[in-house]
């Protein structure tokens, strides 16, 4: 199971983001952006380490991306009240309407692809959503 779960959990993220990719307005940013972005929606506030240790980057260059997002108005750091040399991270309203769009351009290809698939393999799927999210957390959890 892990081996499988291992080989297709890429190829479903790749042709995902391929087909994202091709109906997005904008040039699509690299994905370490996207990461980023993504877990910052996820985790509002987090800091620049929390954040690299999660997505598996060294720290310096989860600052670097933090700048070149913050340059594009898509992410702004907050100096922690504590301690000064702490950013916490949160996006900007222009950068939740982009992710907006893109999570709707997801879910669209992925109904799209679900309205041809068998009763059998949508139950089987739906069954599996809750040990799939769970799997996901452990991963975030456990870096």
Do not use: I
């Not at 504590?82 to 709707?104: G, I, M, Q, S, Y």
């Not at 997801?106 to 692809?113: L, T």
């Amino acid at each position: 199971m892990a081996s499988g779960l291992a080989a297709c959990l890429p190829v479903l993220s790749r042709a995902l983001d391929r087909h994202v990719g091709q109906d997005y307005p904008r040039p699509k940013p690299p994905e370490a952006q996207l990461a980023l972005l993504r877990y910052v929606e996820a985790y509002d506030g987090v800091t620049v380490r929390k954040a690299a240790d999660a997505l598996l980057m060294k720290p310096n260059n989860v600052s670097a991306l933090v700048t070149q997002l913050a340059e594009q108005d898509l992410l702004e750091r907050r100096q922690d009240a504590a301690d000064k040399r702490v950013a916490h991270l949160h996006l900007t309203a222009k950068a939740r309407r982009e992710l907006a769009a893109v999570h709707e351009l997801m879910s669209a290809h992925v109904a799209d692809v679900l309205a041809t698939m068998t009763d059998g393999d949508l139950s089987a799927l739906g069954a599996a959503l809750g040990s799939l999210n769970a799997l996901a957390e452990r991963f975030h959890r456990d870096r």
